[in-house]
């Protein structure tokens, strides 16, 4: 096992033995799972922990849900974003392309405005706010909000492969989550990405079951097993973790 670089931990219970301790420094890993299997959690936790256990800060970006609302679901398992963020250890940033008004959902393009492509516009949102809490970690959620913004796939790959490719020069080591089930094709950022981490939720006769497989993990020694996890009062889990040879 190479030990020459600090594995970058996880913080979440199990993971990082199936993955040789951690994820690279300075990579960037997709965490893809259909609705409800777990990646905002995974996210968060990744972040919460980053702060609060290894000094290292972070920035979450949601495209999806207003910042309260992410923030009262973290108070669910005891994590508290709202002292983190005092401190300069986390910075949320709502870039949300639609913002509900009047109880109408209007587009709002300020995000966009005057941009070729809507990638461009968060990376320098990211890169400016990596500098400024010196941050280590990121979290967007979720991408596939913002590739939607696309109809040329060749415009969204090269946007998505610069943001990859702007962060990892950052040295931050980021988590992209994907909304992606096994019907669907496979999505571009696991192209572009070191890793991918597939989350499932599926039923088993008449109770819901919660899996995770680490499917790549460029230049790690990694597991390929499908591990059931657990979602309780203090986040996610990996059940039953088989150590690495």
Request: aromatic content about 8%; charged content about 25%; glycine content about 8%.
């Amino acid at each position: 096992m190479d030990s020459t670089y600090s594995k970058v931990k996880t913080g979440i219970p199990g993971l990082d033995s199936v993955i040789s301790g951690g994820f690279k420094p300075g990579r960037t890993i997709t965490v893809s799972g259909p609705p409800g299997s777990g990646k905002t959690t995974f996210g968060l936790q990744y972040l919460y922990s980053g702060a609060k256990d290894f000094d290292e800060s972070g920035i979450y970006v949601t495209m999806s849900q207003n910042i309260e609302e992410v923030k009262n679901d973290c108070k669910s398992y005891g994590w508290d974003f709202d002292n983190l963020v005092s401190q300069d250890k986390i910075l949320m940033i709502d870039a949300r392309p639609f913002k509900i008004q009047d109880e109408l959902i209007a587009k709002d393009d300020s995000l966009f405005r005057g941009e070729q492509l809507p990638f461009e516009h968060l990376t320098k949102l990211l890169l400016s706010s990596i500098k400024r809490i010196e941050a280590k970690r990121v979290v967007i959620d979720s991408i596939t909000i913002l590739a939607m913004q696309y109809s040329d796939k060749f415009y969204l790959r090269q946007g998505l492969q610069g943001m990859v490719q702007a962060l990892e020069n950052f040295g931050v080591t980021s988590i992209i989550l994907s909304e992606y089930s096994e019907s669907d094709e496979i999505p571009l950022e696991w192209f572009v990405t070191s890793g991918i981490i597939q989350l499932r939720h599926t039923r088993i006769e008449d109770t819901m079951e919660r899996t995770i497989q680490v499917t790549k993990m460029r230049g790690i020694k990694h597991s390929e097993q499908i591990h059931p996890i657990d979602l309780n009062a203090d986040g996610l889990q990996l059940l039953h973790p088989r150590l690495m040879p």
